[in-house]
């Protein structure tokens, strides 16, 4: 059993998602205000994004040896909604278990070094492995719902943890939030960002399930994914 999936993200009407770049007051307003109307009980997010949550201090590795076995850890806690990193190498740092309500968890590979483990450990973050070098999201979807109870997840972002969760066959439900600026910019994070060699197979179809006006220029939709097709 896995979590019900939805991706939430906001672009430019040319799929660009970079906001800092669009000089509209206030952007992320619009990411988060339709986000707190989708019930979830976690959102989930790629390395770089969860970077922005993590601690800003940099961390000085420490010399040692560190025996910790490469097995799951739920660290103690009493939220009943959780924070989510594919943070595949292990970069994001935490001084705290907790980002505003929701717990901590890392998703990482084995990869990743004892001493990290440790880190992790000291500040109470959950973690756990999803796959030996490469990340299996069937396999860290799995783990959320059955260690955590994670029933629906909201996907937050950026654009190639939105590619890989498409990519996967794993999204169920899309919200998309359209802000009225014509982007244009090369090579930066777009909605779905996915490795070059996919098939035309990754595409997914969607049914439009329902469209609201955020204001008068700004529209939040989301569709239905149709059931995937290996
Ligand atoms: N407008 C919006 O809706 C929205 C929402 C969120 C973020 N953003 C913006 O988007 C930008 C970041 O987007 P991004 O695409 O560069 O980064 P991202 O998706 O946040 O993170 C990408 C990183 O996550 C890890 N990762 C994700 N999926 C993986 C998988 N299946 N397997 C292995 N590793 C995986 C990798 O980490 P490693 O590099 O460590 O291997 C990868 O480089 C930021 O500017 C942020 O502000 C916009």
């Known amino acids: 059993m896995r979590p019900f999936v939805i991706c939430h993200t906001m672009s430019s009407v040319d799929g660009r998602i970079q906001s800092s770049r669009w000089g509209i007051a206030n952007a992320p307003r619009f990411f988060e205000e339709p986000a707190a109307r989708i019930k979830v009980d976690a959102w989930i997010v790629g390395r770089t994004t969860f970077q922005e949550f993590a601690s800003q201090k940099p961390r000085k590795k420490r010399k040692g040896t560190f025996r910790i076995p490469k097995t799951d850890f739920v660290g103690k806690h009493d939220a009943k909604t959780y924070a989510v990193g594919i943070d595949p190498s292990g970069k994001c740092n935490w001084h705290t278990n907790m980002t505003d309500t929701e717990h901590v968890v890392e998703v990482l590979t084995e990869k990743v070094s004892g ?35 994670i029933k629906r997840a909201r996907i937050d972002g950026g654009g190639t943890v939105n590619g890989s969760f498409l990519k996967a066959g794993l999204i169920d439900e899309l919200s998309h939030v359209i802000v009225p600026v014509a982007d244009g910019s090369m090579n930066t994070p777009t909605m779905f960002d996915v490795e070059p060699g996919h098939t035309r197979r990754m595409a997914r179809q969607l049914t439009l399930k329902s469209i609201k006006r955020l204001n008068d220029n700004t529209l939040w939709l989301r569709y239905l994914a149709t059931p995937h097709k290996p």
């Open 115 to 149: 001493e990290y483990l440790d880190h992790l450990r000291g500040a109470g973050v959950s973690y756990i492995f999803a796959g030996a070098s490469e990340i299996d999201l069937h396999v860290a979807l799995r783990k959320l719902r059955k260690l955590f109870g």
